[in-house]
């Protein structure tokens, strides 16, 4: 299983565009702590319809993807959006891991 996190900002907070990953898990020390947050997520079957919590202008936003086998999937989410409990706990595993690059 291999995880890719992406974050990015917008103009006004200095635009930006961060990457970390592939993290893949047969390499980790202790790969079956993501992999279970990923099914704790219900990663592949998660609704990604996310309640809005408020108006700002210039959010930053996020994307967590991973891929298993033939499962791909990217769930994609902005500041203005509250996420489940357990999607935010993979994010935070996974950033824990490695270092974040700026993308090209």
Known sequence: MQ???EHGG?????SHHQRLGPLDTAALDDKT?????VAE???FGMDDD???TGAMS????HTVR???GDADRTIRWDANQQIPEALRALRDACS??????AAK
Do not use: S, Y
């Open 3 to 5: 995880v890719i996190l």
């Open 10 to 14: 917008g103009v006004a907070g200095g």
């Open 33 to 37: 702590n993501i992999e279970k947050l």
């Open 41 to 43: 997520a219900d990663f």
């Open 50 to 52: 996310f309640p809005r």
């Open 58 to 61: 210039d959010p930053t936003w």
């Open 66 to 68: 991973v891929v298993d």
């Open 96 to 101: 824990a891991l490695g270092d974040w690059q």
